[in-house]
């Protein structure tokens, strides 16, 4: 998938998720991976272990990010255009 920005960059997206896996009452296993199922990881830690830390990350720091930055951001600096739907009614 290929998104088109209003300049001439365009932005392809690698198929990159994040799957937080929940295996202790405090402990994540938190699995990053693409479309091929390459590991994708982004934290200098071994990210094969639970950590607790990544327990915090997911139930606390995500969520600000999510609520408080990202939709801001999207919103704010993108000119998102509203869909027109038409209807033929006969």
Known sequence: MC???YVSVCVQYD???SCP???N????L?????YDGKVLETFPVDQRLPR????YLTAYIMPLIYWNLLLRFTVL???IPKLKVERNVQ
């Open 3 to 5: 998104v088109c920005l």
């Open 15 to 17: 198929g990159y998720t």
């Open 21 to 23: 896996l929940l295996v």
């Open 25 to 28: 009452h405090n402990k994540v």
């Open 30 to 34: 938190l699995a990053e991976f693409g």
């Open 52 to 55: 607790f830390s990544m327990f």
């Open 77 to 79: 600096y993108f000119d």
